[in-house]
């Protein structure tokens, strides 16, 4: 494995002055979004990919590895990033829900990575409560943080930075970069955007993007779920029913502007994030948003045009937040260029979830159906991972930690439930990597009215169950179906199929000892389970 060559001073007071050589571990830099669905980058391929939303997260794709079947095993932004840290799923590091507070104490490869010599460091949103442990410098986000001249909490205490949050973020990054980082340790830097999550606020500069063309629109849009299980027709992220003018879409919104009694159930980060901006922001704000305003009043829409209209702000403003997180990565590759450290830096770009920006007829996530369950997962690794290469193995979030710590040339503990992708990233195809993925999520009742369901996914065939209101179940063909609108459970003819699926589902349930389930399951079934794939 690769080594550290240091050149301690005799001088304790100058030991800092480490040398970094080729042989040394790799840097860590690891870039990620909240909520960026995989259909919203360039490089993968998705029905928004004439926009050309990321054209540098697209450059990272040419410079290294793209993973194509790429996971979450819990759809929802807390959860995802406990699962990143431990290397464990939910029910094992116990940050179920957003409402959880993680327990810093517990195993993370931050701190394993301190141990192997890494120096390391955190900025942006964490979302799992408490002060982080496990880096060398680091500022949070409070909560969900706010796009407009936010609040970070620092070691030493809570300050307000401003400008957009992205650039926040990145500033302090940069900053870390060339100002704190200790030259010839290896570095773990992790860059935590809060955008494009909800609502989309995207920054003054990006305010008037897109204006000039119409994005396409998602093949589902309109879809009635029909075929579904009762959840998908019970839940509350329709941009028909649930995204509101003002809420989501600021039509009109003051920063006096009272969140209505239709609201209740959401969380007030909306009206918090307006308040914030400065007057001249504001007034920057309006004078992009007025006469589009104007004009949506004057067309009186209704129906399904009124659907297009509020999809078409919608999908403008997610991709606007999209471009302010490429331009950091754009910004974050320039400076490891800058100070010379491109050559000897793993970047890895990723995002806690994805997300419907219209499919279905939805916005937000947590269900396991596709778009919320792709992650993106990018790798430029030089002279490692060959460049523009993409990869069609099953990886999920459970096997970043590994991931780093093979990185460092680190031991991987027992106890870690995922693989390190290293082999993958490295172009190999072990013949034992893993052929499904289990899946649960958990956070009900609460925001969009998703319940718990737990599924297993394979290269071909999704199987799902809803198991809260009694045993609903729904399978997928996805390669027959890949927009998920044929549900082929209970099919008599695919019954072997189905048995066989469900005796995998429940063979990783034991294989990750997740007895989270409520639900009874059939004695038949676990006996006939067989030893799980890793
Ligand atoms: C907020 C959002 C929800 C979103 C959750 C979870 N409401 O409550 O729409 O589902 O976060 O998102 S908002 O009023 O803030 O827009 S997560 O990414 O943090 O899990
Ligand atoms: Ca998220």
Same mark, same amino acid.
């Given at each position: 494995?690769?080594?550290?060559?240091?050149?301690?001073?005799?001088?304790?007071?100058?030991s800092?002055?480490?040398?970094?050589?080729?042989?040394?571990?790799?840097?860590i830099?690891?870039?990620?979004?909240?909520?960026? +669905?995989?259909?919203?980058?360039?490089?993968?391929?998705?029905?928004?990919?004439?926009?050309?939303?990321?054209?540098?997260?697209?450059?990272?794709?040419?410079?290294?590895?793209?993973?194509?079947?790429?996971?979450?095993?819990n759809s929802?932004?807390?959860?995802?990033?406990?699962?990143?840290?431990?290397? *464990?799923?939910?029910?094992?590091?116990?940050?179920?829900?957003?409402?959880?507070?993680?327990?810093?104490?517990?195993?993370?490869?931050?701190?394993?990575?301190?141990?192997?010599?890494y120096?390391?460091?955190l900025?942006?949103?964490?979302?799992?409560?408490?002060?982080?442990?496990?880096?060398?410098?680091?500022?949070? /986000?409070?909560?969900?943080?706010? !796009? #407009?001249n936010?609040?970070?909490?620092?070691p030493?205490?809570?300050?307000?930075?401003?400008g957009?949050?992205?650039? %926040?973020?990145?500033?302090? +990054?940069?900053?870390?970069?060339?100002?704190k980082?200790? +030259?010839g340790?290896p570095?773990?830097?992790?860059?935590?955007?809060?955008?494009?999550?909800?609502?989309?606020?995207? +920054?003054l500069?990006?305010?008037?993007?897109?204006?000039?063309?119409?994005?396409?629109?998602?093949?589902?849009?309109?879809?009635? $779920?029909?075929d579904?299980?009762?959840?998908a027709?019970h839940?509350?992220?329709?941009?028909?029913?649930?995204?509101?003018?003002?809420?989501?879409?600021?039509?009109?919104?003051?920063?006096?502007?009272?969140?209505?009694?239709?609201?209740?159930?959401?969380?007030?980060?909306?009206?918090?994030?307006?308040?914030?901006?400065?007057?001249?922001?504001?007034?920057?704000?309006?004078?992009?948003?007025?006469? *589009?305003?104007?004009?949506?009043?004057?067309?009186?829409?209704?129906?399904?045009?009124?659907?297009?209209? *509020?999809?078409?702000?919608?999908?403008?403003?997610?991709?606007?937040c999209?471009?302010? %997180?490429?331009?950091?990565?754009?910004?974050?590759?320039?400076?490891?260029?800058e100070?010379?450290?491109?050559?000897?830096? %793993?970047?890895?770009?990723?995002?806690?979830?994805?997300?419907?920006i219209?499919?279905?007829?939805?916005?937000?996530?947590?269900?396991?159906?596709?778009?919320?369950?792709?992650?993106?997962?990018?790798?430029?690794?030089?002279?490692?991972?060959?460049?523009?290469?993409?990869?069609?193995?099953?990886?999920?979030?459970?096997d970043?930690?590994e991931?780093?710590?093979?990185?460092?040339?680190?031991?991987?503990?027992?106890?870690?439930?995922?693989?390190?992708?290293?082999?993958?990233?490295?172009?190999?195809?072990?013949?034992?990597?893993?052929?499904?993925?289990? !899946?649960?999520?958990?956070? #009900?009742?609460?925001?969009?009215? %998703?319940?718990?369901?737990?599924?297993?996914?394979?290269?071909?065939?999704?199987?799902?169950?809803? $198991?809260e209101?009694?045993?609903?179940?729904?399978?997928?063909?996805?390669?027959?179906?890949?927009d998920? /609108?044929?549900?082929?459970?209970?099919?008599a003819?695919?019954?072997?199929?189905?048995?066989?699926? *469900?005796?995998?589902?429940?063979?990783?349930?034991?294989?990750?000892?997740?007895?989270s389930d409520v639900?009874?399951?059939p004695?038949?079934?676990?006996r006939?389970?067989?030893?799980?794939?890793?």
């Open positions: 494995m690769k080594y550290l060559v240091a050149l301690l001073s005799l001088v304790p007071a100058l800092v002055l480490t040398v970094q050589t080729e042989n040394s571990p790799p840097n830099l690891f870039v990620f979004s909240d909520d960026h +669905a995989t259909h919203a980058i360039g490089a993968y391929d998705g029905w928004l990919k004439s926009v050309n939303p990321t054209p540098h997260i697209d450059q990272l794709a040419e410079e290294g590895i793209l993973f194509e079947n790429s996971f979450c095993s929802i932004c807390g959860p995802s990033r406990a699962v990143i840290l431990t290397g *464990k799923h939910s029910h094992k590091n116990g940050f179920m829900n957003n409402g959880n507070t993680f327990d810093w104490n517990q195993q993370i490869f931050p701190k394993l990575l301190r141990q192997a010599g120096q390391t460091a900025y942006g949103k964490s979302h799992l409560r408490g002060h982080p442990q496990g880096f060398d410098d680091w500022a949070v /986000l409070p909560g969900q943080g706010l !796009y #407009y936010p609040d970070l909490i620092f030493d205490g809570r300050r307000r930075i401003d957009h949050c992205t650039d %926040v973020v990145t500033d302090l +990054a940069v900053q870390w970069l060339k100002e980082r200790t +030259a340790k570095f773990l830097l992790m860059v935590q955007h809060k955008a494009p999550h909800r609502n989309w606020m995207p +920054a500069r990006h305010l008037k993007l897109y204006d000039d063309i119409s994005m396409p629109e998602p093949p589902t849009l309109f879809d009635k $779920y029909e579904n299980a009762p959840p027709r839940q509350e992220l329709e941009i028909d029913r649930h995204m509101d003018l003002n809420y989501d879409l600021f039509v009109d919104l003051t920063p006096e502007f009272n969140q209505p009694a239709s609201q209740q159930r959401q969380d007030k980060s909306a009206w918090h994030n307006m308040k914030r901006m400065t007057p001249e922001q504001l007034r920057t704000w309006r004078a992009a948003y007025g006469p *589009k305003d104007r004009a949506f009043h004057q067309a009186k829409l209704t129906g399904p045009d009124l659907v297009r209209w *509020k999809f078409q702000r919608y999908a403008k403003n997610y991709l606007r999209v471009k302010g %997180v490429d331009e950091s990565v754009g910004r974050l590759q320039a400076t490891l260029e100070l010379g450290l491109s050559d000897n830096t %793993v970047v890895v770009y990723s995002s806690d979830q994805g997300f419907y219209g499919d279905h007829g939805w916005y937000d996530k947590r269900w396991m159906y596709e778009e919320s369950l792709k992650m993106p997962f990018i790798v430029k690794w030089p002279e490692v991972a060959e460049p523009g290469s993409r990869n069609r193995h099953l990886i999920q979030n459970l970043y930690a991931t780093f710590l093979e990185i460092a040339g680190a031991p991987i503990p027992e106890d870690m439930q995922g693989r390190s992708l290293v082999p993958l990233i490295e172009g190999k195809s072990p013949a034992d990597w893993r052929r499904s993925i289990y !899946y649960h999520y958990y956070e #009900y009742p609460s925001y969009h009215m %998703v319940p718990r369901h737990y599924g297993i996914r394979t290269e071909r065939h999704k199987l799902m169950h809803f $198991y209101f009694g045993d609903e179940w729904e399978m997928y063909d996805l390669k027959t179906d890949p998920e /609108l044929t549900n082929l459970y209970g099919l003819r695919l019954e072997s199929l189905t048995s066989g699926l *469900k005796r995998q589902l429940f063979a990783l349930q034991r294989h990750y000892e997740d007895d639900s009874e399951k004695d038949s079934w676990k006939q389970v067989r030893p799980g794939t890793r």
